[in-house]
């Protein structure tokens, strides 16, 4: 068996969950990385564990319509094909597996064996194991679940693909990207997040700054934070938001819906800082403060 693996760059490397979707997929046998795109193909080269790269350099924007007639076209030689959970990979595997007549099997937590895989249902309350008779078997992985392969090492092959002709129904029309020296919110080691309890926007920086600095963490969100305003779309955490592992976890000023908690309750310490004893965030919690963030998160800051 040989695995396909879209994989993502960004800022010059390989990103890490496109490498724990690389690991994933060496379960299955060989694996060979697709990357779109000018960039790239040395760094994903020299990948731990590829066999070959299949370099598309015209296909800059991964807009999913040529993507997945692209992957489409390559499905035959490949028994899996596999992405990490992220924007891309949600945005092209559906349609691929619309196009093949597949079944796509989405957040991908444990691989069985070839056929067997489970994933987490209703919003991470239960977790279902799931049997695909398909015969290129299509999936997204959740970067959380297993440890990305090292960025250095391998010396795959470079193959460089044409694009398939562009059908003319979605174009590129502009990037909006957020720019952080930040860790990614999906792998970082530590992340500090704010919910409702912040009260404005301004509360994230001159608060949950001090504290991300000093722990080298990303900065997550409540999506009732989001929606406030306080903080950007892309740092809500949860079940419609990003779905988070880190080593600690420090929820302040949220509640813990269960929408929350569907994207960050496998953090491995979760220590909550909340006004309210009652609040559904300390029944995850390792270890709590009942108080006011106003004054915990100064004093943290400057105790750190
Ligand atoms: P609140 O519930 O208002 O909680 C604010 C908390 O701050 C309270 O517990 C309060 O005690 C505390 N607080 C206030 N002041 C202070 C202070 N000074 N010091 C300390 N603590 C203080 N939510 C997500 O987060 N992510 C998702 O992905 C998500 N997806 C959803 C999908 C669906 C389909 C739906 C229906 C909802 C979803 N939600 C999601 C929303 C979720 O149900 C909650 O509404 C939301 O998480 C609440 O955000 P919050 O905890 O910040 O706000």
Do not use: C, W
Not at 135 to 149: A, E, G, N, Y
Not at 155 to 170: F, I, M, R, T, Y
Not at 204 to 231: C, M, N, Q, W, Y
């Amino acid at each position: 068996m040989t695995a396909l693996v879209l994989i993502e760059i960004e800022n010059g490397r390989v990103r890490q969950a496109s490498r724990s979707a690389i690991a994933a997929a060496s379960r299955f046998g060989e694996v060979d990385a697709l990357l779109l795109g000018e960039a790239g193909a040395e760094v994903a080269a020299r990948l731990s564990g590829i066999r070959k790269v299949l370099h598309v350099p015209a296909l800059k924007h991964a807009l999913a319509e040529p993507a997945a007639a692209l992957l489409a076209g390559l499905a035959g030689s490949y028994s899996h094909i596999l992405s990490a959970a992220s924007s891309t990979g949600k945005n092209i595997l559906p349609r691929l597996a619309g196009l093949l007549d597949a079944q796509p099997i989405s957040d991908v937590v444990t691989i069985q064996d070839e056929s067997t895989f489970v994933r987490p249902i209703y919003a991470g309350n239960a977790l279902a194991t799931v049997q695909s008779s398909d015969s290129v078997r299509i999936m997204t992985i959740r970067s959380s679940s297993f440890d990305p392969v090292a960025e250095d090492g391998g010396s795959a092959s470079v193959e460089v693909l044409d694009a398939p002709a562009n059908e003319g129904k979605s174009s590129f029309v502009k990037l909006d990207q957020s720019q952080s020296d930040r860790p990614e919110l999906e792998v970082a080691r530590v992340v500090i997040s704010g919910g409702k309890g912040l009260k404005d926007a301004s509360n994230f920086h001159t608060l949950l700054e001090p504290v991300a600095d000093k722990l080298g963490a990303a900065i997550g969100a409540s999506r009732a934070a989001v929606d406030s305003g306080f903080a950007p779309n892309e740092m809500q955490v949860g079940q419609t938001g990003k779905v988070v592992a880190p080593e600690l976890y420090i929820a302040t000023g949220l509640s813990g819906a269960i929408q929350h908690l569907a994207g960050m309750k496998d953090s491995r310490v979760i220590v909550a800082i909340n006004l309210d004893p009652e609040a559904p965030i300390f029944k995850v919690a390792d270890y709590g403060m009942v108080g006011d963030l106003f004054e915990i998160l100064p004093a943290l800051a400057k105790a750190l």
